[in-house]
């Protein structure tokens, strides 16, 4: 049985994420928290459908943490590569 390598990319992702949990953790309520969530599982599996729904549903209800959230650096850099793929 051949083992999958490591995905970078999904480490990247959860990694840039944690960061910004770090940040803004203590002002997300349940929602808050389950939007992020979603964002960071469609950018993890490269979803840009959902990805693009979930972003701008999170603009909708949470303007603040969408602008948190694209003003993360370590978010922002993933959010420029995603959008190379077609985000």
């Given amino acids: 049985m051949v083992e999958k390598p490591p995905d970078d990319h999904a480490e990247r992702v ?8 770090e940040k803004v953790g203590g002002r997300l309520d349940a ?3 389950a939007a992020i969530d979603r964002i960071r599982t469609a950018a ?9 729904a979930h972003m701008e549903t999170l603009r909708e209800r949470h ?3 969408y602008n948190e959230l694209a003003a993360h650096p370590q978010v922002a850099t993933l959010l420029d590569e995603l959008a ?3 985000f």
């Fill in 63 to 65: 303007g603040w943490l």
């Fill in 14 to 21: 959860h990694a840039s994420f944690d960061a910004l949990h």
């Fill in 44 to 52: 993890a599996e490269r979803d840009s459908e959902a990805m693009r």
């Fill in 84 to 86: 190379l793929w077609g």
């Fill in 31 to 33: 929602d808050a928290r």
